[in-house]
């Protein structure tokens, strides 16, 4: 309501008709049974577009990291994206994240820690044994998917640094890069795209430290090299491309709250009893099953990790703390 500019939530006018005609397609085939009709078998992962390195992740023993529903395509978790970066269209990270150079890349971990210092990505990649888990990401717009990523639980990395009793909160700094980022050029955000997490946020084994997906490495437009999947959180929480992490004392600033602060809270939850101010949030459309009879799944507390997660709410006032 109060900002005007194109947020998370708004199908921009161009993005409609590509979509719809997408969509149409895809019926179209369907019913000349020119794509599966039927369901991949749970959990099965679909398999990757094969032009990327492979990047194999051990299955994860992570209580949640598993869920047993139905893969979204290659195909629609690889051209259906927000990277505002590379453009507001959902098609656009997709037709111009080529741009991005992935190496050499190095991360930062600053602030309140006993060891701050700077982590080539190679080195990242062998940090910790590489896992695959399979989350639901739910987008603060109302559609979904389920993706098999590869990573490992974002703590290894923090428990590196030494996080000193002033580490209550972590932000997280991903690239702005004018040159390699023709969406950088807009006034859509105030760039860089920075997100914040509580410290026991950023510690909860769920929160992904990713590098892969489909058991190949991400593709540019899923945040190459690296990102952050928080599947309890609405999707603008999982920052994409990150190169600055640190600690601090207080709640950080996330870009999307400095947008509309009314809109996008700090904690940003998945959570189907509280409304965004425009529209509610009860129900959602998983990507994949929008043909033109299909239904909308209830949206479930904390995204379905409530039994993980919902320790680290305790006491405290949803509503309040959207
Ligand atoms: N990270 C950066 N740097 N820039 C972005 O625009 N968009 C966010 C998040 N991370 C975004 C970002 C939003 S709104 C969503 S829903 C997810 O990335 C989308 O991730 P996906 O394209 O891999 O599905």
């Given at each position: ?146 993706i098999p990523w590869e990573g490992y639980s974002l703590a290894e990395l923090l428990k590196k640094a030494e996080p000193t009793s002033k580490a209550k909160y972590v932000e997280f700094t991903t690239l702005a890069d004018k040159a390699q980022m023709p969406g950088v050029r807009s006034g859509v955000l105030d ?132």
């Amino acid at each position: 309501m109060l900002i005007r500019t194109p947020a998370p939530h708004e199908p921009l006018p161009s993005e409609i008709t590509p979509r719809r005609v997408y969509l149409n397609r895809r019926t179209a085939l369907a019913g000349l049974g020119l794509v599966a009709a039927s369901p991949l078998a749970l959990s099965q992962a679909a398999p990757g577009g094969g032009k990327l390195p492979k990047l194999p992740g051990a299955r994860s023993a992570v209580p949640g990291a598993m869920v047993m529903e139905k893969v979204t395509s290659y195909a629609d978790a690889t051209s259906y994206n927000n990277f505002y970066e590379f453009g507001t269209d959902k098609a656009d990270p997709a037709q111009h994240a080529h741009t991005l150079k992935t190496r050499p890349w190095t991360v930062s971990i600053e602030g309140e820690c006993a060891k701050p210092g700077r982590f080539d990505i190679e080195a990242l990649l062998k940090l910790a044994p590489m896992e695959e888990r399979v989350y639901r990401l739910r987008c603060v717009e109302g559609w979904s998917m389920v993706i098999p990523w590869e990573g490992y639980s974002l703590a290894e990395l923090l428990k590196k640094a030494e996080p000193t009793s002033k580490a209550k909160y972590v932000e997280f700094t991903t690239l702005a890069d004018k040159a390699q980022m023709p969406g950088v050029r807009s006034g859509v955000l105030d760039w860089p795209y920075v997100e914040g997490l509580r410290i026991d946020e950023a510690m909860h084994p769920l929160a992904l430290l990713s590098f892969g997906m489909y058991g190949e490495v991400l593709p540019n437009q899923n945040g190459a090299p690296l990102r952050l999947v928080l599947p309890w959180k609405y999707g603008f929480k999982s920052a994409k491309s990150i190169v600055k992490i640190r600690f601090v004392e207080k709640e950080p600033m996330s870009s999307w709250t400095k947008a509309a602060q009314q809109e996008y809270g700090f904690y940003s939850n998945v959570n189907p009893n509280v409304s965004h101010p425009r529209w509610s949030q009860a129900t959602e459309r998983r990507i994949g099953e929008d043909g033109l009879f299909a239904k909308k799944r209830p949206t479930l507390m904390f995204n379905g990790y409530e039994a993980q997660v919902g320790q680290l709410y305790a006491g405290m006032d949803l509503k309040k703390f959207y």
